[in-house]
């Protein structure tokens, strides 16, 4: 056995060994779903940075490098973009409201109709951005080690389900930090400088390629525009994300945890696109250029190490597969079932948070299996949720008048309308996204202004939690943080 398939089988004990240590921490609901809601910086930041850094940020990115240069990182660009602007807008509001997901947030600004909506269309979004990632580290499996496609397939996403299904979020947690440190070590500390000295330094690698690899826009304005509008977007409103920021143990943290995940996933997207470049050079003629990451981890990096950065990079998938489960069954519990289900106690809640988290697993699994390709299936969830979810949920923080028929309308409409254009145009089309976010947002208005004003009850239960979760962001203060800002007040 080689000490490189040592290493891996290590890393999936330590994965399954922290799911194990999780199981001490969830002792309810909350713990389970949302980590008590305690996470300080420290391990909020990790924890979010690992959930946005999946596939399509990692492998996708390279794959583009390989093609564009450094218009390749626009993918996490992205991304990074969406989260800093949602820390900047939403993160601290977010976080205060003490909600479990954003469909939950959906009904207490309008109407429980909203939030079963949104929570449909949310599951099925999280579930295949799982589906995708599944396959992905099946994909690495294969390729490394010559696994079939299916053990792989099987093997990479059971460990990910099992710790999940331990401890939950506390589990989530635990493995995100180890996770994000491999993913630190395995690209920034190996991979990068290796795939530079190996194709002769930064000069000679950029001197190596075509002038057009500077060019940031170079993969072109359609195709930005796309990125705008389905990650840009997407992000935005994703509940693996917004599930990690409710995590947060005050919105302060939330808001500094979720900028400086965002500034690291810009980080990121440049050293991809460095490593794009350099399997360019050094393996110029790859018949797929999906394949560039891992034949370049393979052709730079020496027995031992290599087990190392392939653990890294599993570690970008395993991270996004175990909190996009978690997200899907979150909706499903939270959203769909526990609305009708009446009260339960904390032994009936976390045997049900359970349940439902490994059904959404396993179906997960058998779509990997058996679909093996489903980026389609993925384009057309990223289009109904930037197109039928974004502007509802910004409306509902930033326009008082909007109103629970306005946004029932809008989803509903905008649904139909994206839907149409699916068929017409295609998910992956930027006509798609438009439309669906111009009659959102067209619907929203009209059906708002006709209908108005809001629910004086509503927008005031809405209002005055938005006023307690300042006060709660006050309380949560440290000392330290209370005296730092009554100081210049003393002073002035």
């Not at 710790?163 to 493995?175: C, P």
């Amino acid at each position: 056995m080689s000490i490189d398939l040592i290493i891996i089988l290590a890393y999936f004990l330590v994965m399954i060994g922290c799911g194990i240590a999780g199981i001490f921490f969830a002792k309810s609901n909350e713990d389970f779903l949302v980590a008590g809601r305690n996470l300080k910086f420290w391990m909020y930041f990790p924890c979010l940075a690992s959930v946005i850094l999946g596939g399509g940020a990692t492998f996708g990115s390279v794959k583009l490098a390989y093609q564009f240069g450094f218009s390749g990182a626009w993918v996490v660009l992205m991304y990074g973009f969406g989260v800093m602007s949602m820390g900047i807008l939403l993160s601290s509001k977010m976080a205060n409201l003490r909600v479990i997901s954003l469909s939950e947030m959906l009904e207490v600004r309008y109407a429980a109709s909203a939030r079963y909506i949104s929570a449909i269309i949310s599951c099925i979004y999280t579930a295949m951005i799982a589906v995708v990632q599944v396959i992905a580290i099946g994909t690495i499996l294969h390729a490394f080690f010559g696994w079939d496609m299916v053990t792989s397939m099987v093997a990479g996403g059971a460990v990910s389900l099992l710790y999940t299904l331990l401890g939950g979020m506390w589990s989530v947690t635990i493995t995100d930090v180890i996770q994000f440190v491999l993913m630190m070590v395995g690209v920034f500390g190996f991979l990068v400088p290796l795939s530079v000295e190996k194709a002769g330094g930064l000069d000679a690698l950029f001197n190596a390629v075509p002038p057009s690899y500077f060019d940031p826009f170079a993969i072109g304005w359609d195709q930005l525009l796309m990125y705008f509008l389905l990650m840009y977007l997407g992000i935005m409103i994703g509940q693996d994300i917004w599930q990690r920021v409710f995590t947060a143990k005050s919105g302060k943290v939330a808001t500094r945890g979720t900028i400086t995940a965002g500034f690291f996933s810009i980080l990121w997207g440049g050293a991809m696109a460095i490593c794009g470049m350099a399997a360019f050079v050094l393996l110029p003629d790859l018949d797929e250029p999906q394949k560039a990451l891992g034949q370049l981890v393979v052709t730079v990096m020496p027995s031992g190490l290599l087990g190392m950065v392939v653990a890294g990079l599993l570690s970008t998938l395993m991270s996004t597969v175990s909190g996009t489960i978690l997200a899907s069954s979150t909706l499903i519990i939270n959203d769909l079932v526990k609305p009708f289900r009446g009260e339960m106690d904390n032994k009936q809640e976390m045997f049900l948070a359970r349940v439902i988290t490994f059904a959404v697993g396993i179906v997960v699994l058998l779509l990997a299996v058996v679909i093996g390709d489903v980026m389609h299936a993925l384009d057309i969830a990223y289009a109904l949720l930037s197109g039928c979810i974004f502007v509802p949920v910004v409306a509902g923080f930033f326009w008082r008048k909007a109103t629970a028929q306005g946004a029932v309308s809008s989803i509903v409409v905008s649904g139909i309308v994206t839907t149409i254009c699916i068929m017409t145009y295609g998910a992956f089309s930027a006509y798609t996204i438009i439309y669906g976010i111009l009659s959102s947002a067209v619907v929203l208005v009209v059906v708002s202004l006709m209908t108005g004003p809001p629910n004086p009850a509503q927008l005031a239960d809405w209002e005055a939690r938005l006023a307690a979760s300042e006060q709660y962001d006050a309380d949560s203060m440290t000392d330290e943080e209370r005296q730092a800002q009554a100081q210049p007040a003393a002073m002035h």
